[in-house]
């Protein structure tokens, strides 16, 4: 029975033949033959990601080069009998893996709870009686009942429809209701345009009618996005591409390091165990402990800071993509848009037009005529009694819950609902004094509907509405009565320019006539109005685009990062919605799903610098274009909220996803998920993942030349036939408490205003950069002078080794100190009005210098690191040879702000 009812398209066969082939009837399945099928077929559900555990998060953070040499030297440490040394490294390490496991797994919670927890029910027939079940119990054959508000729970094949229309914004991107009907269409209709099939995930905004499943579970549309989705690569983020080069370099430096120090130990005649320690200290002297856990808690800071201003993020490592990313793939439905209809002008048969102000559903707003309000207009109050009296939607006001004014039924309804009320229009008086007594319901072959108003034994009207090809040849008079004060209407080949004019800037055109005095019958269809009806105007309405949108896409422009519209509508629409937000320019243009289909992969990726729309795509294809522009080396976001945005969303580099009106299968796909559904929200986490790159870099050029400053003063000692200047503790202690008060505080640095001015980086730009390792260049033998000569000056003067070593530990630390100041700015001077910009810098800096005495001043912590006390006065010399290197890097600053005016 299995093959009878499967069949790979529906949209081609009849009503009837649906039925036959799914060997069902008009009175549905029976009970018991849907519990078999549902056993065949499993649930009606796609399969849920299973969630990471705890552990495998907790494992996963110890996947990195760094991590390896830090448990190589850990684990040499203490074969050595070093047990001290190896139990502060493995704790630098396990900290490291519980901040990453703990954000990431908030993060995991966070998605969680954006989860709507209410299950889908649905109606169907089953042995002729009507029932409510629940979606996932939904088997193919099953016949679905269907009214207004319902949410579709599987693929069905329509088989009676009644002015039916659905939302499918979340599966092809189509703003508007799609109207439905019965008949079969051509085999290779595009999904878009298969108007006698209702689809999983969608729902009806009008009419009603009955549908035979055809699809359950994966097998629909939905579940077939959802295994592309599966399928679609993932793609590693570049900053963990910079990290894996970097350890790589590490891992070779510190190796190379290793064998250098113990070859040249063993040639100098050293003992093998003493060289050895030695060696293992050059080892954790180049590899900057403080690395791993400075990335995650930048990484975590940024995480933080983007769920204050709305952003979730799923993924650690992609806050700082964001920083990187060159190119923005937007939807346009509910992204860019407010996915409320909006009435913004009107045409009157005078050829008056009015402005309209105000958007979405709210009433505020105002008519304009010439600047003037022309709400008390004869002419424009016809109008919009009309529009308000032919229509079926309701407009819900703001409650506790909601804010927002809504639309119940259609939303090119709901908005001439909202028009009527920004004219003044009361629309329960004005349905009291014409009630509603004959309809001809809207017809999407004829593109019109027809309602007839009031009193049985007074005034009666007809009201027509719809497509301005389909109204205008009804209208044939001039006047509705003699003595109205109507001028003469144009001709009809002019009220279709004007329509055509309207159109041309993305506006959904509707006109409306009047018929006075006449009788509405529903069986003889509109073609009894002809010659009969009155024009009474042109209504244009649109999508239109968020407030903040506009500013959001010139901010990304300014930031070198380029919007791209990837949507469902029609070709025409999203590029006046572009060129309205500058997202499309003189020279710019759009491609729709057919010509991309046809289009050379090669050709495709020549154009790609002109192509600002991709209109009436689908999921494959969009995953085309992210593939397309990555393979130029772009680093892609993806923006979206239907399921059809799903697979591009996980193939992009950073998959951002709508938290409100965003599907859970493009929220699973993404990485980041906004909250608000504000796209402007993209600019600021842009903005803020530029903030966390940076900062990162700073700390990374702090902790290379304390690293690489440590190395030299070492090598120096070794070379020149001097005893070490510290000792194993000594270096632990300034790799792990000297830098581990500052750094973590280094990476709260706050914006330095210029973020959004800077191109993105570069996908081959390493995290060492030439302008970072020039610095670095300039730092460390200044460092390492700074603290060898000192070194060597005081063994000279006949002080005691104890205390020379403890000197010199000392001076490298305060070293450490003034060049965190330093790695605050490139260019900006560490004593001017920002020094006190990051307390927490500061704060760090004071529990440094307070440990730093302990250490030289505490019995106990004397004996653990070699340290005896030091006479204050010698801090002097101290302090002012460590400072160098902060007044010779102001140097250079200087020299930098002056030469670059």
């Known amino acids: 029975m299995e093959a009878e009812y499967e069949h790979a398209l529906w949209h081609d066969l009849s009503a009837a033949d649906v039925i036959e082939r799914q060997a069902s009837s008009a009175d549905g399945l029976a009970p018991d033959e849907a519990a078999t099928r549902l056993r065949t077929h499993g649930p009606n559900a796609l399969p849920e990601s299973k969630r990471r555990s705890l552990t495998r998060l907790f494992l996963g953070q110890f996947q990195s080069p760094l991590i390896y040499i830090l448990f190589i030297a850990a684990l040499l440490a203490m074969f050595l009998g070093k047990h001290g040394d190896s139990a502060v490294i493995l704790a630098v390490v396990v900290v490291n893996a519980l901040i990453g496991s703990f954000q990431e797994g908030r993060a995991e919670r966070s998605m969680a709870a954006l989860k709507r927890l209410a299950s889908v029910r649905v109606r169907v027939i089953r042995g002729g009686a009507e029932a409510e079940i629940e979606a996932r119990d939904l088997v193919p054959g099953d016949l679905l009942v269907l009214g207004a508000g319902d949410a579709v729970g599987a693929d069905a094949r329509l088989i009676e429809a009644a002015g039916l229309e659905t939302g499918e914004a979340a599966l092809t991107g189509e703003s508007l209701p799609v109207a439905k009907q019965v008949e079969p269409l051509p085999e290779h209709t595009l999904l878009a345009d298969r108007t006698n099939m209702v689809y999983s995930g969608t729902h009806l905004t009008a009419g009603r009618g009955q549908a035979m499943v055809v699809a359950t579970g994966l097998a629909t549309e939905v579940g077939k996005i959802a295994r592309l989705t599966a399928t679609a690569e993932e793609q590693p983020t570049p900053l963990e591409l910079r990290i894996a080069q970097f350890g790589r370099y590490l891992v070779a430096a510190a190796l190379a390091m290793f064998v ?173 004094s014409w009630p509603r007594w004959g309809e001809i319901p809207f017809d999407s072959a004829a593109k019109m509907m027809a309602t007839g108003h009031g009193q049985a034994e007074g005034h009666r009207r007809i009201l027509i509405k719809g497509a301005p090809e389909a109204v205008l040849p009804l209208c044939g008079q001039n006047h509705l009565e003699e003595n109205e004060p109507f001028p003469p209407v144009t001709t009809r080949q002019d009220a279709l320019s004007a329509a055509d004019a309207m159109a041309d800037q993305a506006l959904r055109v509707l006109a409306v006539a009047e018929v006075a005095e006449a009788e509405l019958d529903d069986t003889r269809g509109f073609e009894q109005f002809e010659g009969r009806a009155v024009l009474l105007g042109l209504i244009g309405q649109m999508d239109p685009p968020r407030s903040e949108v506009k500013d959001a896409v010139s901010g990304c422009r300014g930031a070198g990062v380029r919007t791209v519209m990837v949507t469902g509508d029609h070709k025409a629409t999203g590029l006046a919605i572009a060129r309205t937000l500058d997202i499309a320019r003189e020279g710019d243009r759009a491609l729709d799903g057919h010509e991309l289909e046809r289009m050379p992969e090669q050709d495709l990726r020549d154009e790609l610098d002109r192509i600002a729309v991709f209109a009436r795509v689908y999921p494959a294809q969009k995953l085309r274009i992210v593939e397309a522009l990555q393979s130029q080396g772009k680093v892609v976001a993806m923006t979206g909220d239907g399921v059809n945005d799903a697979p591009a969303l996980a193939r992009a580099d950073i998959g951002v996803a709508m938290g409100i009106t965003g599907t859970e299968v493009a929220k699973e796909a993404s990485k980041i998920v906004i909250t608000d559904d504000n796209f402007a929200t993209i600019v600021r986490a842009v903005e803020e993942g530029r903030l966390v790159y940076r900062n990162l870099k700073k700390v990374i050029l702090y902790l290379f030349a304390t690293s690489m400053a440590e190395i030299a003063v070492l090598m120096s000692a070794l070379l020149l036939g001097y005893p070490l200047p510290l000792a194993a503790v000594q270096i632990l202690w300034i790799n792990i408490v000297t830098e581990g008060t500052v750094t973590v505080n280094l990476i709260m640095e706050p914006p330095e205003g210029d973020e959004m001015r800077r191109p993105p980086m570069s996908l081959a730009e390493p995290l060492l950069t030439r302008s970072l390792l020039k610095r670095v260049l300039l730092m460390t033998p200044v460092m390492a002078l700074s603290t060898f000569g000192f070194f060597v000056w005081r063994l000279s003067t006949g002080v005691p080794f104890e205390q020379v070593q403890t000197e010199t530990f000392t001076v490298l630390a305060a070293c450490q100190w003034f060049n965190v100041l330093n790695c605050q700015s490139e260019t900006r001077s560490a004593l001017g009005k920002g020094f006190f910009g990051n307390r927490w810098l500061l704060g760090g800096l004071a529990v440094g210098i307070l440990l730093q005495l302990a250490v030289v001043y505490s019995e106990v912590l004397n004996r653990l690191f070699h340290t005896v006390p030091i006479p204050p006065a010698d801090f002097l010399p101290i302090i002012a040879v460590a400072s160098l290197v902060l007044w010779l890097e102001e140097a250079r600053k200087f020299a930098v702000r002056r030469f670059s005016r």
């Open 260 to 432: 250098v120090v113990l070859g040249l130990g063993l040639l100098r005649g050293l003992p093998f165990v003493d060289i050895f320690m030695v060696a293992i200290s050059q080892m954790v002297s180049m590899v900057p402990e403080g690395l791993p856990v400075a990335m995650t808690i930048a990484l975590a800071v940024g995480m933080q800071r983007m769920a204050a201003r709305g952003a979730i993020v799923r993924r650690l490592a992609a806050v700082e993509t964001l920083g990187s990313t060159s190119v923005i793939c937007t939807d346009k439905t509910g992204t860019l848009t407010r996915n409320e209809m909006t009435v913004v002008a009107i045409r009157l048969p005078d050829a008056r037009e009015i402005a309209v102000t105000g958007v979405g559903y709210s009433p505020k707003g105002t008519l304009l005529d010439l600047g003037q309000p022309a709400y008390k207009d004869v002419a424009v109050q016809r109008l919009l009694e009309a529009v308000a009296l032919c229509n079926d939607a309701t407009l819900v006001p703001p409650d506790s819950e909601d804010t927002r004014w809504r639309a119940l039924g259609d939303p090119t309804e709901a908005a001439l609902l909202t028009l009527a009320k920004k004219g003044g229009i009361s629309l329960e008086s004005l349905n009291r």
